[in-house]
């Protein structure tokens, strides 16, 4: 019987996964669990914040279908991607006699859902993983494609692996309890996806931009459904990032990372960065003369209309330019730029001067 809450499917080298977005998911998580033969002990990964609100409506779901689940509770944001939280972890998996047959279950945004999916890839050389994403840039992004990682002090996501989840089940109805600010900044992922792949996505959004950020059921999961899908059928097609394609999804992310890391995880959160990146490529690719100022204008208006910050006033600008150098896509040295040749059609440059990545980032902090 068809999944009438699936979004996409995701075709890796190792087989196949569903992608699936409804409201009340949770709910359904103990048959969904036991459909991909996940019937042993779950070990529950979330934060904080996410414990009571969903991680414990997790937990019983799970053992009202006779999944026995324990839970890990970690400190919310982005600095519990340590190796000693996963440290701590791995601890408790062995105080726990983990099995490989068991399940690691990430509960939350994207920090629970990497530092998991990192445990789940390296704990016993590696253990079925699950993601329920409860923020929006957990939904769209973060869950999707199997990049899992820790931090290390110089530079976000270092240290990690490629490592396919189960399944991707995400519950719209949590969006309904995030504050505007981290509803915002998931919505950044989604805008980014239309802007590289999907011109008319970028149409719905600019027409519906208010009611997005109301999560009207209806609107908000058609939407979420279909950048999910996006972001699907990108790793579908090139997995590991080898053949140019996945790449594209970094669009916005060289600067966005950068100053994440520079301001010490404090000041911005991810899509926050994500989105003054966006506008940092667009304005150098149209200095370089790939599109227009009508789109750098087109894309700085629907930001700011979901309260997305699109400059970075006071930030240093060696720091940032820092943090750049240590991005994971570089090569010989250099920054490989994702950048617009259109609404929905996207490049990516290894030639732009370093003198107008200077003169950009300068504009963007001034």
Known sequence: MADADLAAEVNHSSGT??????????????????????????????DSNVMNLYGRNVQRALQKRGIPA??????????????????????WLAGLKAERG??????????????????????????????VPTSMAAMVDASIGGKV?????????LVGAFYQPKGVFADVQALSTLGKRELAEGWAEAI????????????????????????????????????????ANVVSQDERETLGIRIMLNYGHTIGHALESSTEYGRFFHGEGV???MMGAASMAQEMGLHS?????????????????????????????????????????SNRWV????????????????????????????
């Open 17 to 46: 996964y569903p992608v699936v977005a409804g409201w009340g998911v949770i709910n359904t998580l103990g048959d969904r669990f036991t459909d991909l033969g996940l019937t042993n002990t779950a070990y529950i990964i979330t």
């Open 70 to 91: 324990h839970c890990f509770i970690i400190p919310a944001g982005e600095t519990s991607k340590s190796f000693e939280l996963a440290q701590g972890i791995y601890n």
């Open 102 to 131: 068991h399940a690691i279950v990430s509960v939350g945004g994207g920090v629970a859902g990497d530092l998991a999916g990192f445990v789940a890839a390296t704990y016993l050389r590696g253990m079925p993983f699950v993601q």
């Open 149 to 157: 990682a820790v931090n290390l002090p110089q530079a976000k996501n």
């Open 192 to 231: 980014k996806h239309g802007f590289i792949l999907d011109a008319s996505l970028v149409d719905v959004l600019e027409e519906h931009a208010e009611a997005r950020m109301e999560v009207e059921p209806d609107i908000s999961t058609e939407v979420i459904r279909r950048s999910m899908a996006i972001k």
């Open 275 to 277: 989105a003054v990146g």
């Open 293 to 333: 100022q009508d789109l750098v204008d087109r894309q700085r208006s629907l930001l700011e209309r979901f309260n997305l910050p699109t400059t970075a006033k006071g930030v240093p600008v060696a720091d940032i330019l820092n943090g750049m150098s240590l991005d994971k896509k570089s090569q010989g040295g």
């Open 339 to 366: 950048m617009l040749e259109e609404v929905g059609r996207s490049v990516v440059r290894s030639d732009v001067p370093k003198d107008l990545v200077e003169k950009t980032v300068r504009e963007l902090t001034a």
